[in-house]
């Protein structure tokens, strides 16, 4: 029996020992038979019809180069490689395929057959058609592997993202032009250069973040500030993640960089735009009102006293009227300045809206210290202000409230703290009040001209 007739004859049992072989190669539980024998069948077909096929063994030798003309063999040999790339395998895992079926056949058929030396030349035909396989496989894998890594390359060297591959001991084994550039060299300048090295200046421990996603084989995924290395301080979100070999051992990671800073400032000035005042950069209501609940349980917890500071400032709408909007803004702003130099950096100042603001001071352990705030701030408010279009004076009326005498909720201190207001003004203005008892809804509720002013924001 010539090896051709063989071939066909006995193909469903050399698909059964190429599945077999598949499988060791291919441990992969989703790869289904009709995956392994995906194009094993035609590859069997074709090679029977080449050894089939006139032909001489010097005709044979370009094409086993991958040199030859298009033949079905070789077609069904590029699928095969296509396919498997598509798959996902690597190259030796595609050839180790084809190295099985020349053993699997060659045993098969010298097991069932004395071969005469006429037929030898089969063996020597059919090595050609498997080297012409291989070839065929390799030619079609190789070509969409490199079309891959040219697109891949061209990606990355493009991309606005910095992106780079490291070696667990910090040798640098790609660079995209985005990452060189941050360095000032190019990226061939960069490779083999230690990554960790280069690094330091904007993240002191990027080594150990390195070793630890080697360590445990997770994404890591962060924020850093380039502040102190470059003028312009930018912020970069990075992602860090392990490269792994067939064994699952990390061989390297991979990082990308992404500059952040325009969105940062985005949602910096969201929330600054819903928690502070747009005039005076003083904690809205909104904001004023989390922070008194907030510090209202922290004086709970520690059994502390807490003030609420409750400040309208008198004849602010003679300013308005007499100098315009754009006057009161400026003394609002300057107001503002002035309150906040009266209070330690711990306490809230706020802006309510108009010409009323509030003051939180926390961890009050002297009530004297109430009382010294307090007098200076109708001190620092009652000294002229200097506008561009003169000078104006005003001054303030201020009510105090205190936790937990005067409320056990914000909206109880808020309460008693405007109460104590109107007690101040009403008494003359230019002064505060702590609230009494008494004062409960009693306090007579005549506002100034100036305490009706709009908001100048």
Not at 58 to 77: H, M
Not at 81 to 110: K, M, P, T
Not at 433 to 447: K, L, S, V, Y
Request: aromatic share 6%.
């Amino acid at each position: 029996m010539r090896l051709s007739d063989f071939l066909r004859s006995n193909v469903e049992l050399i698909l059964k020992q190429w599945d077999e072989f598949a499988r060791k190669i291919y441990p992969i539980d989703n790869f289904s038979l009709e995956m392994l024998r995906d194009h094993a069948r035609g590859i069997v077909d074709a090679i029977a019809s080449d050894l089939e096929s006139a032909g001489s063994e010097l005709q044979g030798l370009p094409e086993s180069c991958g040199k030859g003309p298009q033949a079905p063999l070789l077609t069904a040999a590029e699928m095969h490689g296509s396919a498997r790339f598509a798959q996902g395998c690597d190259v030796n895992q595609a050839i180790a395929e084809f190295r099985a079926l020349r053993a699997s056949v060659l045993r098969l058929y010298r097991d069932n057959l004395a071969l005469p030396p006429a037929q030898a030349d089969d063996i020597s035909r059919f090595n050609d058609a498997v080297d012409r396989a291989v070839a065929g496989s390799l030619a079609s894998f190789t070509e969409l592997k490199n079309r891959q890594t040219r697109l891949l390359e061209v990606l990355l060297a493009n991309s606005p993202d910095l992106n780079y591959i490291v070696e667990p001991d910090g040798n640098l084994l790609y660079a995209n032009k985005s990452f060189a550039d941050v360095f000032g060299k190019s990226p061939a300048e960069l490779i083999g250069m230690n990554f960790f090295v280069l690094c330091a200046p904007f993240i002191d421990d990027i080594d150990k973040r390195i070793r630890k996603v080697v360590a445990n084989r997770k994404t890591y995924r962060n924020e850093m500030s380039t502040g102190s290395v470059m003028d312009d301080g930018r912020t970069f979100e990075y992602l860090l993640v392990p490269v792994l070999n067939r064994s699952g051992r990390c061989e390297a990671v991979a990082g990308s960089a992404r500059d952040i800073t325009e969105r940062k400032a985005a949602e910096e000035r969201v929330r600054r735009s819903a928690n502070y005042d747009s005039l005076t950069d003083l904690a809205n209501r909104s904001l004023f009102r989390e922070r008194l609940r907030h510090e209202l349980k922290h004086a709970a917890r520690n059994r502390l006293i807490l003030s609420l500071l409750f400040i309208d400032l008198d004849r602010f709408k003679e300013v308005n009227d007499d100098l315009g909007h754009a006057a009161g803004d400026q003394l609002l702003k300057q107001a503002a300045s002035r309150i906040s130099g009266c209070v330690r950096d711990t306490d809230t100042v706020a802006r309510l809206g108009g010409d009323e603001f509030t003051v939180i001071l926390t961890d009050v352990t002297d009530p004297a210290h109430i009382d010294n705030i307090a007098a200076e701030i109708i001190r620092e408010l009652r000294r002229p202000f200097a506008l561009d279009l003169g000078e104006a004076g005003i001054s303030a009326s201020l009510g105090i409230s205190l936790y937990p005498v005067d409320g056990n909720t914000a909206d109880e201190l808020v309460s008693s703290a405007d109460e104590a207001m109107y007690a101040a003004k009403n008494a003359g203005r230019d002064q505060y009040r702590f609230f009494t008892a008494e004062m409960r809804g009693h306090t007579p509720r005549i506002r100034c001209a100036g305490h009706n002013a709009k908001p100048n924001s």
